[in-house]
């Protein structure tokens, strides 16, 4: 079977890209081992717990012992369904903070600077501000990719902003526009109260063209003649050639298994696996990174949460309303306030995000036996610890070996610690008078350094946000993987663009940096540009010397 583009994965980046060498009238053989990603449990926004808790839409990956954490093997839930993990996770959309990309130039990702990276945010969006208000200047108004707002009718999301500014922090009309520091509206990816993926987005209208075409299989290794790719071999044997290029789109986790499956990768680690060395790049599956998170949870004084719904019967009316109007609790993701702060002075931009939710619940579903209740997820951007994704076996039906390393440098314990407090002094403002019983987790008595630090070891969770195992910069930096133009290095012919490449993590959740990555290589790929726009952004006129 023979097309211009062997796209492997249907994720965010992969479909964006379907779309883009589709419509520009190339031929796309996309590559999924998933399958449909129809039926309510992935369109109906306000069933994320199932998705990524199912083996049909989930990989059902879980990471090696962690050291720092007690030896606890945490769940990394990546999609493996149409739409990829775009189909399965919380839906929340955040492009990141300009300083974000200018660290990614600096690092070798030449051309990755935030004015090179705003055109494709642009070009990606359709953006709905829902009367919120916000920065139109900096917002797409005609992409494929719907970004909205929630109704924030029940009072605890409105609670949650004036805390902040109770507590001295700025508010956002717009942390996606010129200022992300503050507390306000949270965005998300659902349009007409359905989730808004990369494959309703992208996928769909790519195959509408007649120029896209999807196959199911698992891919074995990628075929490399006289240092070029030239297709995929599948499980099973069947060929997909690639008459133009090969791109990985796979994810952060499964894109450095397949380089390294196909004999690219530290040569040693290949070599104790009995794999040829096509070419050495020992980048290949290091620098992987995550966000982690604890979510401070509160038991309410008034019965105002959705635990209202938690039961057979509020269940039942969530779905007859969502399957009959698109509507309701059911139509929306309910993270709809955020916030993004800076931990102490002279930090220059953001490194906490909040995400507030009016129940407190484990991503998993499982309840807090307290009943109403509300959270708010809180983690730091920014990590020092880096792990990595590594070969079990040359068998490529085998997982991959993934150790995080997370809480890894000593840094990371202060800022978590730092994290919860602040977390605390929000949550006492009198802004949630009326609603805060007490703190169920971690729990009031929590208080010292050490009783903090237990706490996070035995309750954070993954954010589900993996990167930079494949990471970008220039052609002599010997630990990139791909040069700016998401060339793998060392190979010709052959791209990838997801979120391995990521330099470091940016700012917040990752799906639309991942689809700007899918927006952008397209263009690299089809060798055009667009105009740079240097738009300012605001940075707190007091970072140096104040927290808030």
């Known amino acids: 079977m023979q097309t211009d583009y062997v796209i492997v994965g249907a994720g965010s980046a992969g479909c964006a890209m379907a779309y883009r060498l589709a419509e520009a009238g190339r031929s796309v053989i996309v590559l999924e081992f998933g399958g449909t990603d129809a039926g309510p449990l992935i369109q109906m926004p306000g069933a994320l717990s199932f998705p990524m808790n199912m083996p049909r839409y989930d990989w059902g990956y879980w990471t090696e012992p962690e050291p720092h954490l007690g030896g606890r093997r945490l769940a990394c839930p990546r999609g493996k369904v149409w739409g990829g993990s775009s189909s399965i996770n919380g839906m929340v959309y955040v492009r990141g903070h300009p300083l974000d990309y200018a660290h990614w130039a600096e690092q070798g990702a030449t051309g990755w600077d935030f004015p090179d990276v705003l055109p494709y945010f642009k070009r990606m969006e359709t953006w709905h501000d829902g009367g919120h208000g916000g920065d139109p200047a900096w917002r797409g108004t005609d992409g494929p990719l719907h970004v909205?707002?929630?109704?924030?009718?029940?009072?605890?999301?409105?609670?949650?902003?004036?805390?902040?500014?109770?507590?001295?922090?700025?508010?956002?009309?717009?942390?996606?526009?010129?200022?992300?520091?503050?507390?306000?509206?949270?965005?998300?990816?659902?349009?007409?109260?359905?989730?808004?993926?990369?494959?309703?987005?992208?996928?769909?209208?790519?195959?509408?063209?007649?120029?896209?075409?999807?196959?199911?299989?698992?891919?074995?290794?990628?075929?490399?003649?006289?240092?070029?790719?030239?297709?995929?071999?599948?499980?099973?044997?069947?060929?997909?050639?690639?008459?133009r290029e090969v791109i990985l789109a796979a994810s952060s986790i499964n894109s450095p298994k397949l380089l390294m499956l196909s004999g690219i990768g530290p040569a040693g680690h290949l070599a104790e696996h009995g794999i040829e060395v096509v070419a050495d790049r020992p980048g290949v599956g290091q620098n992987l990174q995550d966000h982690l998170e604890m979510y401070i949870q509160m038991a309410a004084s008034k019965p105002i949460t959705l635990f209202t719904y938690w039961n057979l019967l509020g269940k039942a009316w969530i779905a007859a309303r969502w399957l009959f109007h698109r509507s309701g609790p059911g139509a929306t993701n309910n993270f709809e306030s955020a916030a993004f702060i800076r931990s102490r002075a002279g930090i220059r931009y953001p490194d906490i995000q909040y995400h507030f939710l009016p129940l407190a619940v484990r991503y998993d579903g499982k309840i807090a036996a307290e009943g109403h209740g509300f959270q708010a997820h809180v983690g730091p951007m920014r990590s020092r610890s880096r792990g990595d994704v590594t070969l079990h076996s040359a068998d490529p039906e085998a997982p991959p070996r993934i150790r995080f390393n997370y809480m890894g440098h000593p840094e990371d314990w202060a800022e978590?610690?730092?994290?919860?407090?602040?977390?605390?002094?929000?949550?006492?403002?009198?802004?949630?008078?009326?609603?805060?019983?007490?703190?169920?987790?971690?729990?009031?008595?929590?208080?010292?350094?050490?009783?903090?630090?237990?706490?996070?070891?035995?309750?954070?969770?993954?954010?589900?946000?993996?990167?930079?195992?494949?990471?970008?910069?220039?052609?002599?930096?010997?630990?990139?993987?791909?040069?700016?133009?998401?060339?793998?290095?060392?190979?010709?012919?052959?791209r990838l663009a997801d979120s391995s490449i990521f330099p470091r993590i940016t700012n917040g959740n990752l799906n639309g940096p991942s689809i700007m990555v899918g927006e952008k290589a397209s263009d690299h790929i089809l060798g055009r540009s667009l105009p740079r726009d240097p738009q300012p952004f605001w940075q707190h006129p007091h970072w140096e010397t104040a927290q808030r």
Request: proline share 4%; net charge positive; aromatic share 8%.
């Open 148 to 243: 909205t707002r929630g109704t924030r009718l029940n009072p605890l999301y409105r609670a949650f902003v004036e805390a902040g500014r109770q507590a001295g922090y700025e508010v956002t009309g717009d942390y996606n526009g010129q200022k992300q520091e503050g507390f306000g509206p949270m965005e998300q990816t659902v349009w007409k109260g359905r989730r808004w993926s990369a494959a309703n987005a992208y996928l769909k209208p790519a195959r509408a063209t007649g120029r896209c075409r999807l196959v199911r299989g698992l891919a074995e290794r990628i075929v490399i003649q006289d240092g070029r790719a030239t297709g995929v071999r599948l499980k099973g044997g069947q060929l997909l050639e690639a008459g």
């Open 416 to 494: 978590f610690r730092t994290c919860i407090r602040l977390t605390r002094e929000i949550f006492a403002q009198d802004a949630f008078a009326d609603f805060r019983r007490h703190e169920i987790q971690p729990g009031a008595h929590v208080q010292s350094d050490d009783e903090l630090d237990d706490a996070i070891r035995e309750h954070v969770e993954s954010a589900y946000h993996p990167c930079g195992t494949c990471r970008m910069g220039a052609k002599d930096d010997p630990g990139a993987v791909v040069d700016p133009e998401c060339r793998v290095i060392g190979v010709e012919n052959l």
